[in-house]
């Protein structure tokens, strides 16, 4: 019989513009995932599984598993590895370690992401960033900066739904608001309504709060079995119920749906996810969504199924995102007002709904027992998402 | 001051700096989209066997996996679904403003292509408007071929461009 697999316990570094290395972010974030679990030790870590995408060109490091297990102390016997599925990284790295702790091929698994992504030169990382999507078809068009494939998407939906500025403001003031109690966020100010309408434009319709910052940072987080964490913990376990990742096209020019804003591969990771989860949208207590950018919110609310197809903005307009509202979204700040070190987003975003199903959350959710995270990564090409709950799935 | 930059770089060609795809036959087997391109003409493969077209080209059918594709000619002209314009934060290499558009060239699978529009003035472009394949030169490839010293290897690239009206 399969083992479940739950997560243990999570940290993060202060993220920003850091005056750091990238194996210091992921020493620091190692240290508060640790700090989070004080009875766990470095030497109880059997596996490590890093999240980074940008080591190579930005920190001219790769095969990272290896120095980071050197530099956080821990000695991996059952798996050393790197994965890079840029924005989702951490999150694909919680979905391999769940499976290893199943399967009984490791018992206690790291999943560190992060990213040094600020240069000496700052237009070496913009022009690094052209190597997130495909290099010849699309960053040769100038693609690899996410606001204007992100830019055509917004207005896509305006297009074929109504939605308005207004209501992509709203999605930047809830996330900022919930950062400002966050102490490791890259953005801790308040953000009404008016300074999102008048902020400067980046690439019409979308301004600087519809888009999130770069940021450097990293993420821990420990994966085991709920047999093993009950060795090093009294809190209520958190079980990762269900889990789907899926990627139809890479190019832009083969998106998946009939225009930008149709997320079919969203609807399709949702649905096995939810199948494999054995819940609905209407189980979801509370959610992390991939945000980075204002209109990415509004979408995967529609595609997620927590209201239909082209009411998204509608739905994030009228505080249905918020404490109170249907489902509260991005309760730490989201990557609008964490910021977006890519590997190192999955594992905060799983940290998040593990402290909101154990109820130690800084804007905590009553009642929650089942939450959803969600990352899109590269020119919106791949989807990931990971339903925890309290109860394993029977 | 110092000299800015990396010395030991000085002359050589870093490729993995390099924003333009490596067309030549000696490292792309898409090499002859390139040269299509380069007579003007926007090519993709088809494959012989079961039918499907691809874009962008393959060198191997993603349908049916069979190796015999022949290339095919796209239309030159599309029409504007949506674009974007970017003003600030433009990426090395590339000029503001930044446009981009989703075209639709009218077959299928080249219905929604995502280019960079050209040679088009910030504030004038519609959706809606009819655009053209722009080719334009790109740096030349340097390949080193040993006692043969260092060739050049032309290359080309692609956007759009609005027709006028």
Redesign the interface.
């Known amino acids: 019989m399969a083992r479940n697999a739950v997560i243990l316990a999570g940290g993060q570094c202060k993220w920003g513009v850091r005056e750091a290395h990238l194996v210091d972010l992921f020493q620091e974030a190692a240290k508060a995932c640790f700090d989070d679990i004080p009875t766990l030790k470095p030497k109880d870590v059997d596996g490590l599984i890093v999240a980074s995408s940008y080591a190579g060109r930005c920190s001219f490091q790769v095969n990272t598993a290896p120095v980071i297990a050197e530099r956080v102390g821990v000695k991996p016997t059952s798996i050393c590895t790197r994965c890079d599925t840029l924005c989702a990284g951490g999150s694909t790295g919680i979905i391999l370690a769940m499976g290893l702790v199943q399967a009984g091929a490791a018992d206690i698994v790291m999943v560190a992401g992060g990213e040094k992504l600020y240069t000496p030169q700052k237009w070496e990382v913009f022009y690094s960033e052209l190597a997130s999507v495909d290099h010849d078809w699309d960053g040769v068009h100038g693609m690899g900066l996410p606001p204007p494939f992100f830019a055509l998407t917004a207005q896509e939906h305006m297009m074929h739904y109504g939605t308005t500025k207004e209501q992509l403001a709203a999605v930047s003031v809830a996330n900022y608001n919930y950062a400002t109690t966050n102490p490791v966020a890259q953005m801790q100010k308040a953000l009404t309504l008016e300074e999102a309408m008048n902020a400067p434009v980046v690439v019409p319709p979308l301004t600087l709060y519809d888009c999130c910052p770069i940021t450097d940072g990293a993420a821990v987080c420990i994966i085991t079995t709920d047999e093993i964490a009950r060795k090093f913990t009294d809190r209520p376990l958190v079980y990762i119920r269900g889990t789907a990742q899926v990627c139809l096209n890479s190019v832009s020019a083969n998106f998946p749906g009939v225009h930008l804003a149709d997320w079919k591969h969203t609807r399709i990771a949702a649905e096995k996810a939810y199948t494999r989860a054995k819940v609905s949208a209407s189980d979801i207590k509370v959610a992390q969504t991939h945000d980075c950018f204002s209109i990415s919110e509004v979408i995967e609310v529609e595609d997620l199924g927590f209201c239909k197809k082209g009411e998204g903005g509608e739905f994030c307009g009228s505080k249905q995102i918020e404490i109170g509202g249907k489902v509260p979204i991005n309760t730490d700040g989201g990557l609008l007002a964490c910021g977006h070190p890519f590997g190192a987003t999955g594992i905060r975003q799983g940290t998040e709904i593990m402290k909101q199903l154990q109820g130690r959350a800084r804007h905590q959710v009553k009642d929650a027992d089942i939450g959803l995270t969600h990352n899109l990564s590269g020119a919106n090409a791949e989807h990931t998402i990971l339903i925890y709950g309290k109860e394993p799935v029977k | 001051m110092a000299v800015l930059g990396i010395p030991i770089l000085e002359d050589l060609y870093p490729s993995?700096?390099d924003?333009?795809?490596l067309e030549a036959k000696e490292f792309n087997r898409n090499w002859m989209f390139y040269e299509n391109l380069k007579q003007g003409r926007l090519t993709t493969t088809k494959c012989k066997d079961c039918g499907l077209v691809s874009?962008?080209p393959r060198v191997i059918c993603p349908e049916c996996y069979s190796e015999n594709l022949e290339y095919i000619d796209l239309p030159k002209k599309g029409k504007v679904?949506?674009?974007?314009?970017?003003?600030?934060?433009?990426?090395?290499?590339?000029q503001s403003p930044?446009i981009?558009a989703?075209i639709d060239l009218g077959v299928d699978?080249?219905r929604?292509?995502?280019?960079?529009i050209t040679n088009c003035a910030a504030g004038t472009l519609q959706r809606g408007d009819e655009v053209q394949l722009a080719v334009f030169p790109v740096p030349a490839l340097p390949i080193d071929k040993g006692k043969l010293g260092t060739i050049m290897s032309e290359r080309v690239?692609f956007?759009f461009e609005p027709v006028k009206k």
């Open positions: 993995t700096m924003m333009w795809p874009y962008p679904i949506v674009f974007s314009e970017e003003v600030k934060g433009v990426p090395l290499g590339f930044l981009h989703v699978p080249a929604r292509v995502l280019s960079r690239f956007a």
